[in-house]
């Protein structure tokens, strides 16, 4: 298994541009989500997806949209790049189960906004 | 709403030293405990995890128990390695506040051993 998977591994953009990050699991895992890690901040959620065409906002969605065609794939969209959305993006996912399931997480994305 | 403080660091200490990295927690439910761990340019890796009162979390030499009437979850390890030179982060999940998949993380402590 490759696990959770992340393209690109570095992006920059400039400010107003859009891009999607990619986030792939071979784990049939139901459950993946989307966190942004800030320095002093620590992880924060973005959107998270129960299921293929079931998704939901977390935290911090503001400037983010996502999509879940397919249980492997939850991209994460910026539609107009702003300084602010400067960070670490990190993918997840988890079975759904009864309790608690080891989240995985993916080697993250470093984006940089001019 | 639900939320981890861990102590600031950054944490330097010397290979074979004593480590405690401090968790505190506000939950409105009774949540699951974790520590995670985040080496050098890679993604988060459970560390431990404890689900109830009492529990005590441990792999690779680490610990963590699940204190209740302090709302504490303190790591710690005897004896640190150059290897264990990483972000450490305490999170929660709390079944009440959004199901037992969300994760709130505290804000890091990063650790470096000396050789």
């Known amino acids: 298994n490759a696990g959770v998977t992340q393209t690109p591994k570095f992006q920059v953009l400039k400010t107003g541009q859009s891009m999607t990050l990619q986030c792939a699991q071979d784990m049939n895992h139901e459950y993946m989500s989307w966190y942004r890690q800030d320095p002093g901040m620590g992880l924060r959620l973005i959107h998270y997806?129960?299921?293929?065409?079931?998704?939901d906002q977390g935290e911090v969605p503001n400037g983010y949209n996502v999509s879940r065609s397919t249980t492997e794939d939850f991209p994460l969209r910026l539609l107009s790049a702003a300084p602010s959305q400067t960070s670490v993006y990190f993918c997840?996912?988890?079975?759904?189960?009864?309790?608690?399931?080891?989240?995985?997480f993916g080697p993250g994305t470093r984006l940089t906004v001019l | 709403g639900d939320s981890v403080t861990q102590m600031e660091g950054p944490v330097t200490l010397s290979e074979e030293a004593f480590l405690t990295i401090n968790c505190t927690y506000t939950?409105?439910?009774?949540?699951?405990l974790f520590w995670y761990v985040q080496y050098p340019g890679e993604g988060l890796q459970l560390l431990l995890k404890a689900t109830k009162a009492d529990d005590k979390g441990s792999n690779k030499g680490f610990e963590a128990t699940y204190r209740k009437e302090t709302t504490s979850f303190h790591l710690e390890k005897g004896s640190v390695q150059v290897s264990d030179s990483a972000v450490y982060f305490c999170?929660?999940?709390?079944?009440?506040?959004?199901?037992?998949?969300?994760?709130?993380f505290g804000k890091g402590t990063k650790l470096t051993v000396n050789p």
């Open positions: 997840a996912s988890t079975l759904l189960a009864g309790g608690y399931n080891e989240q995985f």
């Open positions: 939950a409105t439910g009774y949540p699951s």
């Open positions: 999170a929660l999940s709390d079944p009440f506040q959004g199901g037992s998949e969300k994760l709130v």
């Open positions: 997806s129960v299921g293929a065409g079931i998704t």
